[in-house]
T-cell receptor
């Protein structure tokens, strides 16, 4: 089973709202990732958690705040977003070993008004 | 200079033909190479991974890796309209990150 789940599927929020995206995997993976993808562009890495510790932050603005409550869950808290933050947000996971395959969830389509 | 380069396409092939997708990368130390398929509005789906020089076959898909030339390709035999998608080449940069190419849009015409 290589399933990563994400909720919600779609999210519309105003620039003053606070919302959270949720990602879950039950494959025993120890690395989890947040990506942002704009139309016609490849996924752009935002954060990496390895063994529940933040290991990579790609200089993402502080209005995006990741959280890894346990090895199966990954959240992305959103606050005071801008319209240009509208995108597909993808979660992925991998075993945590070097150079292993990343499996993507279905994504959350975010629209900021 | 981009670290992973792909022709953006669109690449158009007739149904039943072989589609050939190409990717070059700049980091000679890269060890892992991945091909993902992404349908419009959907998330990337792993098609193939390859670690060693040579060919790796899985059904209608063959991945080819040439580390000396820093080149990886994906061949799709007997292309079907359902193969129409964007194909993303991704390379592990040894730092726990995948570096993606810009993707090649493939269109298979009935």
């Amino acid at each position: 089973d290589t399933e990563v789940t994400q909720t919600p599927k779609h999210l519309v929020m105003g620039m003053t709202n606070k919302k959270s995206l949720k990602c879950e995997q039950h494959m025993g993976h120890r690395a989890m990732y947040w990506y942002k993808q704009k139309a016609k562009k490849p996924p752009e890495l935002m954060f990496v958690y390895s063994y529940e510790k933040l290991s990579i932050n790609e200089s993402v603005p502080s209005r995006f705040s990741p959280e890894c409550p346990n090895s199966s869950l990954l959240n992305l808290h959103l606050h005071a977003l801008q319209p240009e933050d509208s995108a597909l947000y993808l979660c992925a996971s991998s075993s945590g070993q070097a150079q292993e395959t990343q499996y993507f969830g279905p994504g959350t389509r975010l629209l900021v008004l | 200079q981009k670290e992973v380069e792909q022709n953006s396409g669109p690449l158009s092939v007739p149904e039943g033909a072989i589609a050939s997708l190409n990717c070059t990368y700049s980091d000679r130390g890269s060890q892992s190479f991945f091909w993902y398929r992404q349908y419009s509005g959907k998330s990337p789906e792993l098609i193939m991974f390859i670690y060693s020089n040579g060919d790796k076959e899985d059904g209608r898909f063959t991945a080819q890796l040439n580390k000396a030339s820093q080149y990886v390709s994906l061949l799709i035999r007997d292309s079907q309209p359902s193969d129409s998608a964007t194909y993303l080449c991704a390379v592990d940069n040894q730092g726990g990150k995948l570096i993606f190419g810009q993707g090649t849009e493939l269109s298979v015409k009935p």
